[in-house]
């Protein structure tokens, strides 16, 4: 009856539905969007995004992440790709590439192949570049200041960093490259003249240089100005030369570039919180450097935490160290310290401080002495039968 009521011709259509959804399930969904899914598809280059798909290059993302790239008249999407060819790049390294970076194919080709010669100087395996394109694609296709990169890198290697450190440079602080190589000369100078002047040693010097510049390159951004005031500020505080040093060592150079009003902020902050008078601050700081670096916020959140957790400000006092680790890494490490029956209220903060695998290691030897039988096991049991 039902049928009867609704026509005959209900079924069939279902039928024919369902055909087609079978059909489809073989077709590729692209065929359905040949090119877009916005309404941009009549300004986009059909050339490019043809030349993209071609080597498997997800369009979508291309779209959702920078779309004017398709906009453009003008692209190399052939010639980037067979250069990160060349390389040794596979098809899906080159989409990965062009996927996270399609900036890349508005780069003129021979742009590319000088940039391609700059960074082989540093990083002669083709290989090991390849992995370094495919993490850092933007870094490789910023193609300006070519000349002043080649010329710093060249600097670089004068000045005795290895190739790996200047590699790192390259895709984690390109803005140091920007600079024109007489003005990085000048900064190193500074920090060199800096370094002799605080008392450090004509032997050490270069060493010191070396490891200050691969922990922080961004130092090289730094004016000479606002060293000269930084330096000037920690000795009216008191700071000998040789603890001006110490603190610029430990916190890699950071110190520099924070300017003496946001210093003085953290200071008289971490005065009031400890209750303790200027020499005694000192002898903080000295321990733990951090509290000159980090803002008022950062220090008031910590504290908080660790008060939250039982940890009085004696204790804080005696290891400021922990300072440096976010609230959430101290109840991370405070439950699993708690696991073994440790309570880090009642004890020294010695064991919940330090790096990540310098915690692991105290908490293996704790649970190892947890563990550890309280008879001793040569000697013969005494078992009544």
């Given at each position: 009856m039902l049928w009867k009521l609704l026509g005959?011709?209900?079924?069939?259509?279902?039928?024919?539905?369902?055909?087609?959804?079978?059909?489809?399930?073989?077709?590729?969904?692209?065929?359905?969007?040949p090119y877009t899914t916005d309404n941009r598809s009549n300004k986009e280059n059909k050339r490019t995004v043809e030349k993209l798909y071609k080597f498997s290059v997800d369009i979508r993302k291309i779209r959702r992440l920078k779309g004017w790239v398709l906009l453009e008249d003008e692209t190399y999407v052939e010639e980037i790709a067979n250069i990160l060819q060349q390389l040794g790049a596979d098809e899906t390294a080159v989409a990965s590439i062009l996927e996270r970076c399609p900036e890349a194919i508005v780069c003129s080709p021979t742009a590319v192949n000088t940039q391609r010669g700059i960074w082989q100087l540093v990083c002669k395996n083709e290989e090991e570049l390849v992995k370094l394109i495919q993490q850092f694609p933007e870094s490789f296709f910023t193609v300006k200041d070519q000349e002043n990169r080649k010329l710093n890198i060249q600097f670089f290697q004068e000045l005795g960093l290895k190739n790996?450190?200047?590699?790192?440079?390259?895709?984690?602080?390109?803005?140091?490259?920007?600079n024109p190589v007489e003005k990085n000369k000048q900064m190193i100078s500074i920090l060199q003249e800096s370094y002799l002047n605080l008392?450090?040693?004509?032997?050490?010097?270069?060493?010191?240089?070396?490891?200050?510049l691969s922990q922080n390159p961004f130092i090289l951004l730094n004016s000479s100005v606002a060293?000269?005031?930084?330096?000037?500020?920690?000795?009216?505080?008191?700071?000998?030369?040789?603890?001006?040093?110490?603190?610029?060592?430990?916190?890699?150079?950071?110190?520099?570039?924070?300017?003496?009003?946001?210093?003085?902020?953290?200071?008289?902050f971490s005065k009031n919180a400890f209750k303790c008078s200027d020499h005694d601050l000192?002898?903080?700081?000295?321990?733990?450097?951090?509290?000159?670096?980090?803002?008022?916020?950062?220090?008031?959140e910590r504290i908080q935490g660790l008060l939250k957790e039982g940890i009085s400000i004696a204790q804080i006092r005696e290891t400021p160290m922990v300072l440096e680790l976010t609230p959430q890494i101290v109840q991370y490490r405070i439950r699993k310290l708690?696991?073994?029956?440790?309570?880090?209220?009642?004890?020294?903060?010695?064991?919940?401080?330090?790096?990540?695998?310098?915690?692991?290691?105290?908490?293996?030897?704790?649970?190892?002495?947890?563990?550890?039988?309280?008879?001793?096991?040569?000697?013969?049991?005494?078992?009544?039968?």
């Open positions: 005959r011709c209900q079924p069939c259509r279902l039928c024919a539905f369902r055909r087609m959804l079978s059909a489809s399930q073989y077709r590729p969904v692209l065929a359905y969007f790996v450190v200047i590699s790192r440079f390259l895709t984690t602080a390109s803005n140091v490259f920007h008392g450090g040693s004509e032997a050490n010097m270069k060493v010191w240089l070396l490891k200050l060293i000269g005031e930084t330096l000037e500020f920690l000795q009216e505080q008191g700071f000998t030369n040789s603890e001006i040093l110490q603190l610029v060592s430990k916190l890699k150079g950071f110190l520099f570039q924070l300017c003496p009003r946001n210093i003085q902020t953290s200071i008289s000192k002898q903080l700081v000295l321990k733990c450097p951090a509290l000159l670096y980090y803002s008022v916020p950062v220090l008031k708690n696991s073994l029956g440790y309570r880090i209220k009642d004890g020294h903060l010695a064991n919940l401080n330090g790096t990540r695998k310098e915690f692991e290691a105290s908490f293996d030897k704790i649970q190892a002495k947890k563990g550890r039988p309280l008879f001793n096991p040569v000697a013969p049991l005494n078992v009544e039968e």
